[in-house]
């Protein structure tokens, strides 16, 4: 069975809020600009009047994703349409050992991604997208997916060059923030993370309680 990561929010402020999910975006090599996706977002009303708790489960397992898109990436505006992902490994760390399905091939006609097989050099905790010889416009994301709500998000991405290698190294940390970004579209993580609840899942904790208090700050508590 799948692990999932699970934040359980709860709004102590008086007016009901809504709220986004987000995740730090990966270490890449190759690519540049990297690119933030809004996850999920809903509107939750105060504790103590509703006894309302809104829930946001990823699963832990790791995706690469590409996306095909008409213009390059724009704050506010979905990042693409079309898309293929793959459950993939992660290269061991240094001095680690083994030979993990890191490394995963990409077409544009049809859009795809390969299986993934064991690739040579890939960078310590990433996985490896190799992109085939393509012009833009069309134009191609590739990055960190992530498994939301019964379907696959692509979490944080660069634009993908023609004929190249892009090493991606995903980092489990989730932000919560109050707002709303519909899932898939493009926002500012800089602007967003600043003063936004942050639950961080590198220590091996699965759960992370968030509370929205009436004065506007928060508080976490891992589990």
Do not use: H
Not at 73 to 88: D, L
Not at 189 to 214: E, H, I, M, P, W
Request: proline share 6%; aromatic share 12%.
């Amino acid at each position: 069975m799948s692990t999932l990561l699970t934040i359980n929010v709860k709004n102590y402020e008086s007016q009901t809020q809504n709220f986004y999910f987000f995740q730090q975006p990966a270490i890449y090599t190759g690519g540049g600009q990297v690119y933030s996706n809004s996850l999920f977002s809903q509107s939750l009303g105060n504790y103590d009047a509703t006894g309302a708790i809104l829930t946001f489960q990823v699963n832990l397992q790791y995706y690469a994703g590409i996306q095909q898109a008409n213009t390059p990436p724009q704050i506010g505006a979905s990042s693409g349409y079309a898309s293929a992902s793959r459950a993939i490994d992660l290269a061991p760390g240094s001095g680690g050992s083994g030979r993990p399905n890191d490394w995963t091939t990409a077409t544009v006609n049809p859009l795809g991604l390969s299986a993934p097989i064991y690739g040579e050099g890939v960078q310590p905790g990433a996985f490896r997208i190799t992109t085939p010889v393509f012009n833009s416009p069309p134009y191609y994301n590739v990055g960190s997916a992530v498994a939301v709500k019964g379907g696959i998000v692509l979490s944080n991405f660069v634009q993908a060059n023609p004929a190249s290698n892009t090493d991606c190294q995903p980092v489990l940390k989730y932000y919560v923030q109050t707002g709303s970004y519909t899932p898939g579209v493009l926002m500012n993580f800089s602007q967003s993370s600043v003063n936004a609840a942050l639950c961080d899942f590198t220590g091996r904790s699965y759960t992370c309680n968030v509370s929205l208090k009436s004065d506007g700050t928060w508080t976490t508590q891992l589990q």
